[in-house]
């Protein structure tokens, strides 16, 4: 086991796939830096820096630095997987997938069903996102309901270094198209990593990362360590909660979730995208659909009000959930015996 950030944990793994499969290619706007500049290439790796390297160790056909036009970029990825490339696109902000939308959702998201199942997709569309640096409404949002909602694309939100390692390279040997969401606020999160060259983690399988009888708290990506850290608040006072990390909304894991509901009879679902046909608002559907003989009190939602992010630092930290309003939300659940 070694020890990585977030970030490290996703360059060092598509470095290693580089390595392994000369079909895999990264692209995407400043993944090398410095092109077209007097300096010349700099191999900095991004704003994220999450490509550092790259260029010098696998050079210009595989580590591409593309025009600021994310529809190209799409529509690159998706073109280079049909010939049989094996493409990782970054989108530098996931709010910017409105202008590539349709190379996404109507071409990359239909190939394989549209040539029935005789081609392939291989694509991982990389996306940093979410809110807590003050980067204002262009810059924060969460984009998961919008690429969930899209058959034939796989969607993984890892909340960890190790299943930013497991997923991420789960995604790069996947045949089908991947959207994997990064959230810009755990790239500096340390944690013990799986070194095995070929460790993966298969989609569609949820994480336990805390565990209880007494509520079922369901979350994806950064907001599993807000409910993580309300868990462990509420530990204190005898209140017991599963903390159930879905790592991927599609496919997702919907017996992890039911089974912990029939067991509590109580869940809070949190989701960092506004509430109006939301990840938490289908989550909720399928726990009331599924599970509803099993509730003992309503499912609460904690998610951001029905509005843009919020640009002041005191108004997006009202705005996000937070561990204080997911514990409130499990106490809520708890009123009713």
Same mark, same amino acid.
């Given at each position: 086991?070694?020890?990585?950030?977030?970030?490290?944990?996703?360059?060092?793994?598509?470095?290693?796939?580089?390595?392994?499969?000369?079909?895999?290619?990264?692209?995407?706007?400043?993944?090398?830096?410095?092109?077209?500049?007097?300096?010349?290439?700099?191999?900095?790796?991004?704003?994220?820096?999450?490509?550092?390297?790259?260029?010098?160790?696998?050079?210009?056909?595989?580590?591409?630095?593309?025009?600021?036009?994310?529809?190209?970029?799409?529509?690159?990825?998706?073109?280079?997987?049909?010939?049989?490339?094996?493409?990782?696109?970054?989108?530098?902000?996931?709010?910017?997938?409105?202008?590539?939308?349709?190379?996404?959702?109507?071409?990359?998201?239909?190939?394989?069903? &549209?040539? #029935?199942? !005789?081609? *392939?997709? $291989?694509?991982?569309?990389?996306?940093? +996102? @979410?809110?807590?640096?003050? /980067?204002?409404?262009?810059?924060?949002?969460?984009?998961?309901?919008?690429?969930?909602? &899209?058959? #034939?694309? !796989?969607? *993984?939100? $890892?909340?960890?270094?190790?299943?930013? +390692? @497991?997923?991420?390279?789960? /995604?790069?040997?996947?045949?089908?198209?991947?959207?994997?969401?990064?959230?810009?606020?755990?790239? #500096?999160?340390?944690?013990?990593?799986?070194?095995?060259?070929?460790?993966?983690?298969?989609?569609?399988?949820?994480?336990?990362?805390?565990?209880?009888?007494?509520?079922?708290?369901?979350?994806?990506?950064?907001?599993?360590?807000?409910?993580?850290?309300?868990?462990?608040?509420?530990?204190?006072?005898?209140?017991?909660?599963?903390?159930?990390?879905?790592?991927?909304?599609?496919?997702?894991?919907?017996?992890?979730?039911?089974?912990?509901?029939?067991?509590?009879?109580?869940?809070?679902?949190?989701?960092?995208?506004?509430?109006?046909?939301?990840?938490?608002?289908?989550?909720?559907?399928?726990?009331?659909?599924?599970?509803?003989?099993?509730?003992?009190?309503?499912?609460?939602?904690?998610?951001?009000?029905?509005?843009?992010?919020?640009?002041?630092?005191?108004?997006?930290?009202?705005?996000?959930?937070?561990?204080?309003?997911?514990?409130?939300?499990?106490?809520?659940?708890?009123?009713?015996?």
């Amino acid at each position: 086991m070694a020890k990585l950030t977030y970030r490290d944990a996703i360059r060092n793994t598509m470095f290693q796939e580089m390595q392994r499969d000369e079909r895999v290619v990264v692209l995407g706007e400043d993944v090398v830096g410095g092109m077209g500049t007097a300096g010349g290439p700099e191999a900095i790796g991004g704003i994220w820096s999450t490509t550092t390297g790259f260029y010098d160790a696998f050079g210009p056909n595989r580590v591409i630095d593309t025009p600021i036009s994310e529809s190209a970029i799409m529509g690159a990825a998706g073109g280079l997987a049909l010939a049989g490339k094996r493409p990782i696109a970054e989108i530098m902000f996931a709010d910017f997938i409105g202008v590539s939308m349709d190379q996404l959702w109507n071409q990359i998201a239909k190939f394989r069903y &549209m040539f #029935g199942g !005789k081609s *392939v997709c $291989p694509a991982v569309i990389r996306m940093p +996102c @979410g809110a807590g640096y003050n /980067a204002a409404a262009q810059h924060s949002q969460m984009i998961s309901q919008f690429v969930t909602g &899209m058959p #034939g694309i !796989k969607v *993984v939100m $890892p909340t960890t270094p190790e299943d930013a +390692c @497991g997923l991420m390279r789960q /995604a790069i040997r996947d045949d089908d198209p991947v959207v994997f969401l990064e959230h810009k606020f755990l790239y #500096g999160l340390t944690g013990e990593v799986n070194e095995d060259p070929d460790f993966c983690i298969p989609f569609g399988h949820a994480r336990l990362a805390r565990a209880g009888k007494d509520v079922t708290i369901v979350a994806s990506g950064m907001m599993v360590r807000y409910a993580e850290t309300a868990a462990d608040d509420l530990a204190q006072d005898g209140i017991g909660c599963d903390v159930i990390d879905i790592r991927t909304t599609s496919p997702l894991d919907e017996e992890a979730i039911l089974d912990s509901v029939e067991v509590t009879g109580r869940a809070v679902i949190v989701d960092e995208a506004p509430p109006r046909c939301s990840l938490a608002t289908d989550l909720s559907s399928l726990i009331a659909q599924k599970a509803f003989a099993s509730l003992k009190a309503p499912i609460e939602m904690v998610t951001p009000p029905h509005t843009p992010v919020p640009f002041a630092r005191e108004l997006e930290s009202a705005y996000l959930p937070s561990p204080a309003k997911i514990a409130a939300a499990v106490r809520k659940t708890l009123d009713y015996r």
